[in-house]
């Protein structure tokens, strides 16, 4: 019996060890698919927002010059092959996919960060499915392509990750449905979770990044890591 019982328990490891490693697999294709699905649907509500822009037929000519086609205004959304959850926490990665199961409305618009690969849609809103889904826009201030200051916030073991390796200079892009602003960080710093200061309203376009700190922390982190951006070329 002993000499049974040691390879029948090593063939059973194996195979619960490949079972698990099939969800696993499984959840992130999902995953993956549904995220690029929201790209797309931010997409397409661009597109369709340039086509109703577009002169109707039945209006009077305006004595102006004609816009450019609806094909030749904004570039079409660059979609990534794969999203890279490696750093991500497996409890980040589980939320992600029962975000999955909720409606969380179209995109406001797409956030980038070129240099280290940050690439999500940002949603209207900060509750929890939201920011499983992607970044969101902080109550209270500016909408994207609006003059101002716009809070992002991310979880920090999600998708705002990547911000532990982000460097004053970097580039960064805010894709609305009316095109594709340039914005430049200049600031980086560590706040207590109650200095709302760096919300506040600025006289010039402005994305303020806002996640938890430090990035690797069990429990509640008892810091806030902002990332301020302002819009390349002004003032």
Request: charged share 25%.
């Amino acid at each position: 019996m002993r000499t049974l019982r040691g390879p029948f328990v090593e063939r059973a490891l194996w195979a619960a060890g490949l079972l698990l490693i099939a969800v696993y697999l499984g959840v992130r294709g999902y995953g993956e698919l549904m995220r690029r699905s929201e790209l797309r649907r931010f997409d397409e509500a661009r597109k369709a927002a340039s086509v109703d822009r577009a002169p109707r037929g039945d209006l009077a000519p305006v004595p102006k010059a004609a816009p450019a086609p609806p094909s030749s205004a904004a570039p079409a959304l660059r979609v990534p092959d794969a999203v890279d959850t490696r750093l991500w926490s497996p409890q980040r990665v589980r939320g992600y996919e029962e975000s999955l199961r909720e409606e969380t409305g179209h995109p406001l618009a797409v956030l980038r960060i070129p240099r280290i690969g940050i690439e999500v849609p940002v949603l209207d809103g900060t509750d929890e499915a939201k920011l499983n889904r992607g970044v969101g826009r902080i109550e209270g201030t500016a909408l994207p392509g609006q003059a101002g200051n716009l809070g992002i916030a991310g979880h920090r073991d999600g998708f705002f990750r990547g911000l532990k390796d982000v460097a004053v200079g970097d580039a960064v892009e805010l894709e609305t449905l009316d095109g594709t602003e340039a914005y430049v960080v200049d600031d980086i710093r560590i706040v207590d979770p109650d200095d709302v200061s760096v919300l506040k309203p600025t006289s010039s376009p402005a994305i303020t990044m806002v996640t938890c700190y430090p990035f690797y922390f069990v429990g509640s982190a008892p810091r806030r890591y902002i990332v301020r951006a302002r819009r390349a070329g002004g003032p």
